[in-house]
């Protein structure tokens, strides 16, 4: 349903989203992010990949700036609060903020590592936890 609905919201209706996250990390002693993501999905896949690798997962390491949006992103906050705690933290440096959160959470969307909320989605997926 998001593929289709991404490709009509606009700058606006992106920043009323919250994102949340969905696999596995770690952070370091600098507040780094390391995300490990499954190498594969399907049960039958992870088996056969076991015994080719020991290693289950693909590391991805963020840098600061996606650490501290990754951070953010535990569904209690839109990408538009995201956005301007990313502009009190690092000024200028992110500027155009909106745009560039947007992307960044895309792509986490695209590989599905943070799933995507409106409010009332959000209310629900709450209240059904």
Known sequence: MWQKKQQSLGL???LQIYPR???AY?????????LKVPRARNPLMRKIIALLNPNPYITIK???KGSFIWNY???EHTIRQIC?????TFGDSVQPSQERTVQFIKQLYRYRLVALFTHTSRQ?????S
Do not use: A
């Open 84 to 88: 301007q705690e990313l502009e009190k």
């Open 73 to 75: 992103c535990t569904g």
């Open 26 to 34: 770690q952070q370091d002693d600098r507040g780094l992010v390391t």
């Open 21 to 23: 996250r969905k696999c």
């Open 12 to 14: 606006e209706d992106w």
């Open 124 to 128: 629900e997926s709450l209240t059904s």
């Open 62 to 64: 963020l840098d600061e």
